[in-house]
C-alpha cells in the first residue's frame, strides 16, 4: 500500500447548502479539509482533484450531466 500525499486515501465531499461543499480526507493520520465553492457536487470532486490531488468518489458520474462526464475525466487522468 501506498503512503503519503498521494496514497490510496479518498477525499469525502460533503454539501454545506447552496453551492458550499467541504472535502475532507485523512493522510498519515492527519485530517486535511478544504472549503469549497462549486456549480455542484461533480464540480466540487473535479476542483479537489485539480487543487490537491487523490482520490474521489466518482459513482453515479452518468446522472450528472457534463459535470459528470468532466469529473470522469479528471478522475481518469489523474490515474494516468
Do not use: P
Request: glycine share 16%.
Amino acid at each position: 500500500m501506498t503512503k503519503g500525499y498521494l496514497g490510496y486515501d479518498k477525499w469525502s465531499i460533503s454539501h454545506m447548502g447552496g453551492q458550499s461543499y467541504l472535502a475532507e480526507r485523512i493522510v498519515n493520520g492527519n485530517t486535511e479539509s478544504l472549503n469549497l465553492h462549486s456549480h455542484c457536487l461533480a464540480c466540487a470532486k473535479s476542483d479537489i482533484i485539480a487543487e490537491r490531488g487523490g482520490k474521489v468518489d466518482t459513482r453515479g458520474w452518468h446522472k450528472q450531466g457534463t459535470c459528470g462526464l468532466f469529473l470522469l475525466a479528471m478522475a481518469g487522468g489523474k490515474d494516468e
